[in-house]
């Protein structure tokens, strides 16, 4: 599967964003999806996944205040970030797995497919 992610942009803390990952293939409703980011100087973190079944999972840093979602209808996937923090500022990724475990969905190497990213600056 191929991802391509979008919305990323310039927004006031406490504002809001909505990221979207559009991914084309025929299988896109069998796979496992993430979202990751990445600050400058920092290593590639884990944001939230959702499994094909609609399980999610958040890291501690954003539950609460992002949500992700998908449609299987339109080959899609959604962030939508509420509260934004000026530590939120980074590069996000959408990420594909074929298969992710509940003891593997934060670790990056587990996922095979990846979007080209999209950068979020939140300002103070």
């Known amino acids: 599967v191929q991802l391509q992610a979008s919305g990323g942009g310039l927004v006031q803390a406490g504002g809001s964003l909505t990221l979207s990952c559009a991914a084309s293939g025929r299988t896109f409703s069998s796979y496992d999806l993430g979202w990751f980011r990445q600050a400058p100087g920092k290593e590639r973190e884990f944001v939230a996944a959702i499994w094909s079944g609609g399980t999610t999972y958040y890291a501690d840093s954003v539950k609460g205040r992002f949500t992700t979602s998908r449609d299987n209808t339109k080959n899609t996937m959604s962030l939508l970030m509420n509260s934004l923090k000026p530590e939120d500022t980074a590069v996000y990724y959408c990420?594909?797995?074929?298969?992710?475990?509940?003891?593997?969905?934060?670790?990056?190497?587990?996922?095979?497919?990846w979007g080209q990213g999209t950068l979020v600056t939140v300002s103070s």
């Open positions: 990420a594909a797995a074929s298969y992710i475990s509940s003891y593997s969905y934060a670790a990056p190497g587990r996922y095979n497919s």
